[in-house]
């Protein structure tokens, strides 16, 4: 090489070697970090853009659900007790649940479905949750519940906390195909300086831990290392998604919370989840209540109802109407600011879509209540990214009903709005 020459003695022997070096260490060190970095951007862009598409089509498919379900459900109620075709109706609902919970999942993982944090009682969620849990992992499996006593309530959003038990319960079914026992349990724990290096995302303080443990097959290193990342799965096709844990993980993520696993081949698995103390107690919230059909019927209050997808416009006012409310529909922000005006604002609360054509549902409950400010608004969405304009609706304390609503969900949040707003 040019940059080495023979190093000669007085006697003209070689003696040596005379060279000039480079210490590159620090160049492939930055090369790397560059290559990694690189890699990250790349993986960061490819799941903003899935992320997208998961949205975008969460939203059209909300739409559509909310109709499916909607009528399915005022068809169901119109049966008689007893009716052949009751069972049959029963499996569309069935159905139509099942695929709301998948969009949910979807725009759970898009990380874009907006987070409503509460007070909450983990160890109520569990309870209300089990029966449906014990469906979901079958008869051929335990379920045990282990909740603690006095245990304190946490901020979390409990649409999301659900979501997360039900990901967890599939794995731990999946995992025990010879059988077994899943157990889930809530304590209070202290995380000190020690205990915290359990993860990164890990602090101190006092926290509530969910744990679902089961008796399955387990996890070796190598498993454990990707189990997070979206669209990993050891399932065989048709079977596995790969998106439960990555919705988890992004769902404890944006509560603030982390997540630990204890697993190893043949012995098992533990999901632990710490979720932050809440500084309110459990606010009593509609979805504990039961719900009894009848407080939720209208006495002819006039609803003005906005909405530009067909379907959904017409089953909400089909089923408000067939509900005892009188309802006027209309498909845009102007037709509506023009019915309001036309009836001399004679209506006892505005139900709107939050994305319509021109204005949005936001400015419009705007205009309309600096006209009427005791007028009760509700608003509605299936989108839950930027256009649903979330921050803004939190910021204002708007009442919302997240896409695809059921017809119980529809006609709770009415008479709520009714009941609370309309009585001032
Ligand atoms: P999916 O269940 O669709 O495969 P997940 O993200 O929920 O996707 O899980 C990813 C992978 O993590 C699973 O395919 C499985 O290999 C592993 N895993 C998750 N939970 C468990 C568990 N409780 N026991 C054993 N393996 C699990
Ligand atoms: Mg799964």
């Known amino acids: 090489m040019a940059d080495k020459i023979p190093y000669r003695n007085d006697d003209g022997e070689i003696a040596g070697i005379i060279g000039l070096s480079v210490d590159i260490t620090e160049r492939i060190r930055v090369e790397h970090e560059l290559?990694?970095?690189?890699?990250?951007?790349?993986?960061?862009?490819?799941?903003?853009?899935?992320?997208?598409?998961?949205?975008?089509i969460a939203h059209d498919f909300n739409n559509l659900l909310t109709a499916i379900s909607g009528y399915s459900q005022l068809l169901y109620g119109r049966m008689p007790e007893g009716d052949a075709n009751r069972e049959l109706m029963k499996n569309v609902l069935d159905a139509a649940e099942h695929a709301a919970s998948l969009t949910h999942q979807l725009l759970a993982f898009s990380r874009k479905q907006p987070v409503q944090l509460r007070s909450i009682d983990l160890n109520k969620t569990v309870s209300n949750m089990q029966a449906m849990l014990k469906r979901l992992i079958g008869e051929d499996l335990g379920l045990d519940t282990e909740l603690g006593s006095d245990l304190e309530c946490v901020a979390a959003d409990p649409s999301h906390i659900e979501q997360v038990l039900l990901n967890l319960a599939v794995n731990a079914r999946d995992a025990m195909p010879d059988?077994?026992?899943?157990?889930?349990?809530?304590?209070?724990?202290?995380?000190?300086d020690e205990a915290s290096k359990m993860s990164p995302d890990a602090h101190t303080g006092d926290f509530v831990c969910l744990s679902v443990t089961d008796e399955g097959v387990g996890m070796d290193r190598a498993t454990l290392e990707h189990i997070f990342e979206p669209f990993f799965t050891t399932k065989e096709k048709g079977k596995g998604t790969g998106l439960g844990l990555s919705v988890v993980y992004g769902c404890i993520k944006q509560h603030g919370g982390w997540i630990c696993v204890?697993?190893?081949?043949?012995?098992?698995?533990?999901f632990r989840i710490y979720l932050g103390l809440s500084d309110q107690s459990a606010a009593s919230s509609a979805d504990d209540k039961p719900i009894?059909?009848?407080?939720?019927?209208?006495?002819?209050?006039?609803i003005l109802l906005v909405e530009d997808e067909?379907?959904?416009?017409?089953?909400?006012?089909?089923?408000?109407?067939?509900?005892?409310?009188?309802?006027?529909?209309?498909?845009?922000?102007?037709?509506?600011?023009?019915?309001?005006?036309?009836?001399?604002?004679?209506?006892?609360?505005?139900?709107s879509d939050v994305v319509l054509p021109g204005k949005s549902g936001v400015q419009l409950v705007d205009e309309l209540i600096s006209m009427d400010?005791?007028?009760?608004?509700?608003?509605s969405s299936g989108y839950a990214d930027q256009k649903s304009q979330w921050p803004i609706?939190?910021?204002?304390?708007?009442?919302?009903?997240?896409?695809?609503?059921?017809?119980?969900?529809?006609?709770?949040?009415?008479?709520?709005?009714?009941?609370?707003?309309?009585?001032?």
């Open 373 to 379: 400010p005791n007028l009760p608004v509700l608003l």
């Open 310 to 351: 067909p379907v959904v416009r017409d089953f909400a006012s089909r089923a408000l109407r067939e509900k005892g409310y009188e309802v006027l529909d209309v498909g845009s922000a102007e037709e509506c600011l023009e019915a309001f005006e036309r009836e001399g604002h004679m209506f006892d609360m505005v139900f």
């Open 35 to 56: 290559l990694a970095k690189e890699e990250e951007l790349r993986q960061s862009q490819k799941m903003e853009a899935v992320g997208r598409l998961a949205g975008g």
């Open 179 to 192: 059988g077994g026992t899943v157990t889930i349990r809530t304590e209070h724990v202290t995380v000190n």
């Open 393 to 424: 609706i939190r910021e204002k304390g708007l009442r919302f009903l997240q896409k695809p609503y059921s017809l119980q969900d529809l006609l709770s949040s009415i008479r709520e709005v009714l009941d609370q707003d309309g009585a001032v």
């Open 292 to 302: 009894d059909e009848c407080v939720l019927e209208g006495h002819d209050e006039r």
């Open 262 to 270: 204890d697993s190893s081949p043949g012995l098992g698995t533990t």
